[in-house]
């Protein structure tokens, strides 16, 4: 491909596909931004999905000709040839042969895709299978903005341009963060590495902690049954995430040293957070009630899922609606704060979602409640209790300054009085 005249073509993507009357034709990818996206085909104007379609060709005009290559039968491979053919074309990117002249070859000259896919691998090696979702998400997000092929071509402009491309989806801004944190960590991990100049970073906001109070407490578990007043009373007494809580075993309870541990489940493939197999301290009266339960349990969880309706011998599993279980209790409870709306999609068939609308006046959908909010009410009460050190301990962190949020708790008692109390209060009387 000439490369000297770059307005002279424009690499395209097409998908061959039959049309009705059997013959095969070439349809245009639809475009987002300033590159394609194959996972939807332009058929008279009006995008449809790539299923279903043949191959994926790269299309452009060199010397007055149309010229097609082959590129692929899956999106990711599709748009990869694109993103390679478009780097010559336009000589943002040498051609192969430069680049072994150029002394290129290996990591260094690794595709993006590739580059990828072997630091995806290396994350399923060495840690926990929600990390993995999370650094895939965030680098097939991050594959979607970036037009060059190669990692070693990757630079600093490439990473503002995330920046920027995370605030024009309006996206929080922690999550951009992140999500440039982990394509830096994936240029790094093929060799290659991007300085970033000390402003580059834009700075965040922290959100202040919400815990539950006293009173929306005694509102909450009275309106729980008595396996629901357990459950969350287990979150409220150990400060556990909501996965450490549905994974719970009954050998993980010590009655003699009052103490519930977090450990690994190899047969459903859990693990705690950064591999931390920790224990905490629980009153007495939380491991009587967790006693009477264990003797009418027929399960090696705490709180499995209800049992199977008809098939007696399926027993329950891993209880995955908790979260949906707290905020029922909360609309039972009268705790919701009514600005809570919006809608969710309702699956009405194989083929057919409807769009319904709610709000937490009436629906189990209110904000305000969710599980890590117990994590948060637990750390807030036991940093006095435990200290600093003490609570990092009991609530797994792998870094101090993430417990470091929740000194603001400790020194509060007595404030509001000693605030009535002082010479400044008396001066506004």
């Given at each position: ?154 630079d600093r402009k490439d990473l503002l341009g995330l920046f920027a491309a995370g605030r024009e989806e309006e996206l929080n801004q922690k999550t951009i963060n992140k999500r440039v944190t982990v394509v ?167 083929t057919r979602k409807e769009k319904v609308l709610f709000s937490c006046k009436t629906d189990p959908r209110c904000e305000r409640w969710y599980l890590h909010k117990w994590r948060h009410t637990y750390a ?41 109390a002082s010479d400044l209060a008396k001066l506004i009387r």
């Open positions: 491909m000439d490369t000297t005249d770059t307005k002279s073509h424009r690499v395209n993507l097409t998908q061959k596909r039959k049309t009705e009357t059997g013959q095969w034709q070439f349809y245009p990818v639809q475009r987002s931004g300033n590159k394609p996206d194959p996972r939807l085909i332009l058929i008279d104007g009006e995008p449809a999905s790539w299923k279903g379609g043949g191959a994926f060709y790269l299309d452009w005009r060199e010397d007055g000709k149309r010229t097609r290559k082959k590129a692929g039968k899956a999106p990711r491979e599709a748009l990869d040839a694109w993103r390679k053919a478009a780097g010559v074309a336009n000589g943002s990117i040498p051609a192969d042969e430069t680049e072994k002249n150029e002394g290129t070859e290996g990591k260094t000259s690794i595709s993006i895709q590739d580059g990828v896919k072997q630091y995806l691998e290396a994350v399923a090696a060495t840690k926990g299978a929600e990390t993995h979702r999370s650094y895939k998400t965030c680098l097939r997000w991050a594959e979607q903005h970036i037009t060059k092929h190669l990692v070693y071509r990757l830096l960590n994936m240029v790094r991990h093929n060799d290659h590495d991007i300085k970033l100049k000390k402003g580059d970073w834009p700075k965040t906001t922290e959100k202040p902690i919400e815990v539950y109070t006293e009173e929306e407490m005694q509102k909450f578990f009275a309106a729980c049954a008595e396996d629901e007043r357990l459950l969350f009373q287990v979150f409220l007494c150990t400060g556990f995430r909501d996965k450490e809580v549905a994974h719970l075993m009954w050998s993980d309870i010590d009655y003699r040293l009052s103490k519930i541990m977090v450990t690994a489940k190899a047969e459903h493939e859990f693990s705690p957070k950064s591999y931390e197999i920790r224990s905490v301290n629980v009153p007495r009266s939380l491991l009587d009630s967790l006693k009477k339960r264990q003797k009418s349990s027929q399960s090696l969880l705490v709180f499995p899922s209800a049992p199977h309706p008809t098939r007696k011998a399926y027993g329950g599993g891993i209880d995955k609606h908790m979260l949906e279980t707290c905020k029922e209790i909360a609309l039972r409870a009268g705790l919701n704060c009514g600005h809570c709306s919006g809608t969710y999609t309702v699956k009405r068939s194989k807030s009460h036991m940093i006095g209790v435990l200290g600093l050190k003490g609570l990092q301990l009991a609530m797994g962190h792998k870094d101090i300054a993430t417990t470091s949020k929740y000194l603001h708790f400790l020194g509060g008692d007595g404030v509001k009085e000693k605030v009535e």
